[in-house]
């Protein structure tokens, strides 16, 4: 019904940058908060950003600055610039998209498959 798919994730060297997209498409009636994630493996998932759709931003503290999220409403994308990169930036990074597929219904979010990002030191 709704389809959220990532791309933009590589290898960068510690210090580099990648700007990752996240693009929601199907059935949208109105699509809401987007939201960028990051889990290592056998790590916990943990936020990383957040954009809603009036272009209000919120960040983890963690990342201290170094990633910015923004989004373009028409091409219902969102996206996540990632600075500076350090190793333990080394994760797959997916893209949560709150979308209300009709009038009246529910808002529920919905999961890309995730990019991965690879730092090298």
């Known amino acids: 019904q709704v389809q959220v798919v990532e791309s933009g994730g590589g290898v960068v060297q510690a210090g580099g940058s990648l700007s990752l997209s996240c693009i929601a498409s199907?059935?949208?009636?109105?699509?809401?908060?987007m939201g960028w994630y990051r889990q290592a493996p056998g790590k916990e998932r943990e936020f990383v950003a957040r954009?809603?759709?009036?272009?209000?931003?919120k960040y983890a503290d963690s990342m201290n600055g170094r990633f910015t999220i923004s989004r373009n409403n028409a091409l219902n994308t969102a996206y996540l610039q990632l600075n500076s990169l350090k190793p333990e930036d080394t994760a797959v990074y997916s893209c949560?998209?709150?979308?209300?597929?009709?009038?009246?219904?529910?808002?529920?979010?919905?999961w890309g498959q995730g990019t991965q990002v690879t730092v090298s030191s």
């Open positions: 949560k998209a709150e979308v209300y597929t009709g009038l009246w219904s529910q808002l529920n979010g919905y």
């Open positions: 199907g059935t949208i009636y109105s699509l809401r908060d």
């Open positions: 954009i809603t759709a009036g272009g209000a931003t």
